[in-house]
């Protein structure tokens, strides 16, 4: 196993932010849950609301992939760093899976991805820097709430587009099954207040994003 030196992380975490902000993601193995899925006839309205809530749900993935690449550079166990690696490359799926369904729906992703990228690679740090414990826990606490802001939109979405909800339910799955692995990492339970303020500051990037 190689072990880079701060200079080849820094190196290797500048293309990661680049290629999610501005270019072209590293993907998994897996296929686009929509990509067999037939179009469907949806109104200018429903194009208009799901094509927000995919700019919405690119950018909440712009944002785990500077957690989780903030939480592998302050991670102190292999292993541990091993996961989010992994878990970030399906965010990358996802990534790839909202843009393209957003440009289908005929809009853009969120101009302000630059900000959402940096800061929570900086909170990623900070709560890798914090013990692997609590930076696992704060990878519970993330998919929870990234969880429950994906059935606040399946349930908003017209029942009829199938391609964009095929893609919203596999992400649940999956941010549902990062959970659970970094629970069983030994992800410790954050306080109450740190939780609250993970939520506040979810809503001002979900609430900014729907427009900008």
């Known amino acids: 196993m190689r072990n880079y030196s701060p200079i080849d992380k820094l190196l290797l975490n500048l293309d990661t932010g680049l290629r999610t902000v501005f270019g072209q993601p590293v993907l998994t193995e897996r296929p686009n849950p929509a990509e067999h899925l037939p179009d469907t006839e949806l109104s200018e309205a429903e194009r208009v609301l799901a094509g927000r809530l995919m700019r919405i749900n690119h950018a909440g993935e712009v944002s785990a992939q500077g957690l989780y690449q903030g939480q592998a550079l302050t991670a102190r166990l292999p292993e541990v760093r091993g996961k989010m690696e992994r878990a970030a490359l399906e965010e990358n799926d996802h990534l790839e899976w909202c843009e393209r369904r957003a440009r289908e729906m005929g809009t853009h992703v969120s101009y302000l991805n630059p900000l959402w990228y940096v800061g929570s690679l900086a909170i990623g ?15 519970v606490e993330t998919e ?19 391609k964009s909800r095929a893609i919203l339910e596999q992400m649940k799955d999956d941010e549902a099954h990062h959970a659970t692995l970094a629970l069983h990492a030994g992800g410790a339970p954050l306080p109450t207040p740190v939780k609250t303020l993970m939520g506040l500051v979810s809503k001002v ?8």
Do not use: N
């Not at 709560?127 to 990878?139: E, N, Q, R």
């Not at 429950?148 to 199938?162: I, M, V």
């Open 144 to 162: 929870h709430q990234v969880v429950k802001h994906l059935d606040e939109h399946l349930a908003q979405l017209p029942e009829h587009d199938q």
């Open 205 to 212: 990037m979900t609430r900014t994003a729907y427009w900008i």
């Open 125 to 139: 740090a900070i709560a890798g820097a914090a013990g692997d414990k609590w930076s696992l826990g704060f990878v």
